[in-house]
């Protein structure tokens, strides 16, 4: 038996927010990986809300928002085709913004040492439901997945540094067809440029990663699924992730 009340599966942001988020509702918390160590970090992630107990209540910094072109330009740049972006979600202006990687460190000093090391399957999975009150799954849908269900994702590659036109403490989104980047950002102090294809000869090291995109999993309903892996869906920010574990943590305190 576990004397804990909740399973987290996953200890990058989404995780360790999640179990914040459960701990303040006055719930134990166990926290397991398959790599129960701290994530990397892509260069100037932001949250886009303050996290009580971890960030300052007021902004680290007003980030510009800004947009050229079209949005359906700039999603089938993305995704290859048209479909619902965060194009659509910011407006052109000044947002508050906060920044991820002293706030991940902060909640790793106060959970790194819960996260077990454990590899979750869709058979473990179903082992937690029944021991825990709740479970909260932020690894990867497709780790807990039963069925034969798609993960659609897709490619992107992000190379050090902006083009000029992106100014100190923005982020331009480009929905101009003859560009290949789609979007450029400059905060934190970090530059950084993004293609859905490979950029070919361009100044500064190039790192690979992908785009979550959708799935028709429906595996473990009774599971929390949070964050933007977990999700598996596009567009979700991290603060999000503190919001859903809480609601969730109410409802079973």
């Known amino acids: 038996m576990v004397d804990a009340d909740v399973a987290v599966i996953g200890c990058g942001p989404a995780g360790l927010l999640s179990a914040h988020a459960c701990t303040r509702a006055g719930l134990r918390v166990d926290i397991y990986s398959d790599r129960p160590e701290q994530s990397p970090m892509a260069l100037g992630v932001s949250l886009q809300g303050a996290i009580p107990d971890i960030t300052h209540r007021l902004p680290d910094a007003l980030m510009l928002f800004k947009k050229v072109g079209d949005g359906r330009t700039y999603s089938k740049k993305v995704y290859g085709y048209v479909r619902p972006t965060s194009w659509d979600r910011y407006k052109v202006g000044q947002q508050g913004g906060w920044y991820l990687a002293p706030a991940y460190d902060a909640l790793w000093a106060l959970y790194g040492e819960r996260v077990q090391k454990r590899k979750v399957t869709a058979h473990g999975a179903r082992r937690l439901v029944k021991d825990y009150r709740l479970v909260i799954n932020t690894a990867p849908a497709w780790a807990l997945c039963d069925g034969d ?21 923005s982020v331009l989104y480009n929905g101009r067809e003859q560009d290949a980047w789609y979007r450029a950002q400059d905060l934190w102090g970090h530059r950084v440029t993004e293609y859905a294809q490979p950029p070919g000869a361009v100044n500064g090291k190039v790192r690979k990663g992908f785009k979550v995109v959708q799935t028709d999993c429906d595996c473990h309903p009774e599971i929390l699924r949070n964050g933007r892996y977990g999700m598996w869906k596009p567009g979700i920010l991290l603060h999000e992730a503190f919001e859903r574990a809480r609601e969730a943590a109410e409802a079973v305190t």
């Open 149 to 169: 269900h798609f993960f659609e994702q897709t490619d992107i590659y992000l190379v050090d540094g902006a083009p000029p036109e992106v100014e100190t403490n």
